[in-house]
T-cell receptor, first 115, second 111 residues
Framework: DTGVSQDPRHKITKRGQNVTFRCDPI?????LYWYRQTLGQGPEFLTY????????KSRLLSDRFSAERPKGSFSTLEIQRTEQGDSAMYLC???FGAGGADTQYFGPGTRLTVL | AQTVTQSQPEMSVQEAETVTLSCTYD???????LFWYKQPPSRQMILVIR??????QNATENRFSVNFQKAAKSFSLKISDSQLGDTAMYFC????????FGKGTRLSVIA
């Protein structure tokens, strides 16, 4: 068990560019979550998948954000036309669950800086 | 909408002493789960302890225990025999899927 991994760990981009982040969950986990964490705040939910189905999206997930989990394994989060307000830590978490509150295991995050 | 409030932005404790971190939440649901997560500096978040709301018994994990007061919607974390490695941000979280987090408490353990 190698835990949840995220790539890249750091990303610096210029405003207006597109960026894509990858998350590899723990292998047997069927649920995968994306959160955003800004300085001094707790993580805020963006979206989550159960297997390949995207079951819920937050209002924080504007139309510039898109997430996929094509084969129910890894997931990608793309931000188009980045803005300075997108600068944050993007956290991925995974869990195994069929109902109730399963324990979520977090990755190290991708820190995005938009110049 | 559920909300989670951590009223102590920063706390410090001497090594080997006991410290309690506060958390309150607001919900209209009767059955739910509560969590404390720890985020060490520049490291990933890890689960410290979880509590099911339907269980009256407070959860414990080694040096970590909670005081769950359902009627008061309070969920505090007690750390006994504090160690330098306990220095971290601590987040209280509520919910099912997804989680709702508080803003965190920065705990410093002083030698």
């Amino acid at each position: 068990d190698t835990g949840v991994s995220q790539d890249p760990r750091h990303k610096i981009t210029k405003r207006g560019q597109n960026v894509t982040f990858r998350c590899d969950p723990i292998s047997e986990h069927n649920r995968l979550y994306w959160y955003r964490q800004t300085l001094g705040q707790g993580p805020e939910f963006l979206t989550y998948f159960q297997n390949e189905a995207q079951l819920e999206k937050s209002r924080l997930l504007s139309d510039r954000f898109s997430a996929e989990r094509p084969k129910g394994s890894f997931s990608t989060l793309e931000i188009q036309r980045t803005e300075q307000g997108d600068s944050a830590m993007y956290l991925c978490a995974s869990s195994f669950g069929a109902g109730g509150a399963d324990t979520q295991y977090f990755g190290p995050g991708t820190r995005l800086t938009v110049l | 909408a559920q909300t989670v409030t951590q009223s102590q932005p920063e706390m410090s404790v001497q090594e080997a002493e006991t410290v309690t971190l506060s958390c309150t939440y607001d919900t209209s649901e009767s059955n739910y789960y509560l969590f404390w997560y720890k985020q060490p500096p520049s490291r990933q978040m890890i689960l410290v302890i979880r509590q099911e709301a339907y269980k009256q018994q407070n959860a414990t994990e080694n040096r970590f225990s909670v005081n769950f007061q359902k009627a008061a919607k309070s969920f505090s974390l007690k750390i006994s025999d504090s160690q330098l490695g306990d220095t971290a941000m601590y987040f209280c979280a509520f919910g099912y899927t997804p989680l709702v987090f508080g803003k965190g408490t920065r705990l410093s353990v002083i030698a």
